[in-house]
């Protein structure tokens, strides 16, 4: 039991340090900052951010200040500027505190313990009296035209003072600038004549540079439509050109492939002949060899025979010669056999013809006669003109040949070559026209009369015939 007290008085003791060790320990948020103020040893306050710190009981105490940022609206009315014209400035400034130790220290010191309206109140009354400064230093002119100089020279005056207290300026937003005497409006509307004015000079120039712009344009298209159409033409025919010099080289080919092939298919069946030639020739030389050999060996048969059996010589010669005498005498008597009984079958076969011919001859003529009514010598007639023809040309193939390059007349000076010639030549158709009388034909009039009494040869002069001389009608003159 005495043992039991002390070790509950020993855990009593270390649940109460453990408390108080628990309760002591302040852990501060990242949107915070922990300010320990007393007994520090580290200047009037301890400040922490974003991290944790033992707070000893008695000797030290902690408050928060908030980092979140406060938004205050500065409506600045008729403040001077340096042309002493009043202005209203309205603006929107973002303040927070900030984390950096210098100014979370001068935040502790003069911050700590108010509430954010105060904190808003006072960062208003800053702000509004550097804006005033600002402004006071600037142009009209400067407020309305530059306002990122008026808003830097604002961020750097009001920034500097509201660190001072630690606060941090985070956003400046200047809404408007205006006068009461209407100043910047005057501005304004002179600003915006002006960019009217050039905005319409900027819309003549563009409208001009775009009129010239587009006729080039128009014109570059239209050259350019004009050279692609006439490429294309020019492409057209050279392709049309190519595609017929293609043709005619695809016949030219074609042709000279065919060629080759005919060539080929020649000298092959040239090259199959001769080879089949010379295989028949070899053949036959082969043969013919095989055929001497043969009989070569047939002969040295017969001839070791012979010497074998020349004892019984005298006695197989008797013998091959009679037995030869009567062969040659059975083989002639079949000769002449078969010889009297084929010109007997030739001389049959020829009569046979003979006769058949003879038979169609006598039809034919019998035929040729009855188409005559029974006259004979008509139908000799009708033989002979069919068989003219045939002489007439017989005739004509004798002295086709003969070429007679000119005729020469040998007379006696008289004058009378050429109707000599003439004479003579027409005396010979009175033996033609006998001829032809008896194998009952006539020849013309003029020329089956005698020669010489119905020949009257034409007056000749310088030995050539004159012309004969028209006689002009008694009844009137010719028309």
């Not at 408007?176 to 100043?183: A, K, L, M, N, V």
């Not at 070569?296 to 019984?312: G, S």
């Not at 005396?427 to 009369?449: H, T, V």
Request: with cysteine.
């Amino acid at each position: 039991m005495s043992i039991v007290i002390p070790i509950l008085f020993v855990v009593a003791i270390f649940l109460l340090l453990m408390w108080f060790f628990v309760s002591r320990y302040r852990r501060c948020p990242s949107d915070k900052i922990l300010v320990i103020y007393g007994k520090t040893g580290q200047g009037s306050a301890n400040c922490i951010h974003g991290g944790a710190a033992f707070v000893w009981p008695v000797i030290q105490d902690y408050q928060y200040l908030d980092l979140q940022p406060m938004s205050i609206d500065v409506n600045l009315q008729d403040a001077l500027s340096k042309q002493n014209i009043r202005v209203s400035v309205p603006a929107q400034f973002t303040v927070a505190i900030g984390n950096e130790p210098s100014l979370m220290k001068a935040a502790a010191e003069r911050l700590l313990g108010m509430h954010k309206d105060s904190i808003r109140s006072l960062s208003h009354d800053i702000i509004m009296g550097q804006m005033r400064l600002v402004i006071a230093n600037m142009d009209i002119e400067e407020l309305n035209s530059d306002r990122d100089k008026f808003v830097t020279a604002v961020y750097e005056h009001v920034g500097d003072e509201l660190h001072k207290i630690g606060l941090s300026l985070i956003n400046v937003n200047v809404t408007d600038i205006h006068d009461e005497s209407g100043y910047i409006k005057a501005l304004g509307q002179e600003a915006a004549a002006k960019a009217i004015n050039d905005a319409k000079v900027k819309v003549a120039k563009e409208e001009r540079t775009g009129a010239i712009g587009q006729a080039e344009a128009d014109k570059e298209r239209r050259t350019q439509v004009a050279a692609a159409d006439s490429a294309a033409e020019i492409g057209e025919k050279n392709a049309q050109a190519d595609a017929i010099k293609g043709k005619n080289l695809a016949d030219i080919q074609i042709a000279l492939s065919d060629t080759s092939r005919r060539q080929q298919v020649a000298e092959a069946n040239k090259n199959a002949e001769v080879a089949e030639k010379t295989t028949e020739a070899e053949a036959q030389t082969a043969a013919y060899r095989a055929q001497t050999e043969a009989e070569e060996a047939r002969k040295e048969r017969e001839l070791a025979a012979r010497r074998a059996n020349e004892v019984v010589q005298s006695q197989i010669e008797k013998e091959k010669t009679v037995i030869a005498a009567e062969a040659e005498a059975e083989r002639n008597r079949k000769v002449a056999e078969g010889e009297a009984a084929a010109v007997l079958a030739r001389y049959q076969a020829e009569a046979e013809g003979i006769r058949k011919v003879l038979d169609a001859q006598a039809a034919g003529f019998q035929k040729l006669v009855d188409a005559a009514d029974g006259n004979a010598q008509a139908a000799i007639g009708l033989l002979l003109v069919d068989k003219i023809p045939e002489l007439a040309k017989t005739q004509a193939d004798a002295i086709k040949n003969i070429k007679f390059d000119k005729i020469t007349v040998f007379d006696g000076g008289d004058g009378q070559g050429t109707a000599g010639f003439l004479s003579n030549m027409f005396k010979s158709i009175p033996a033609l026209s006998e001829f032809m009388n008896q194998s009952g034909l006539n020849l013309p009039e003029y020329l089956a009369r005698n020669g010489n009494e119905n020949v009257n040869p034409e007056p000749v002069k310088n030995g050539h015939p004159e012309a004969p001389v028209k006689e002009e009608s008694k009844g009137g003159k010719k028309g």
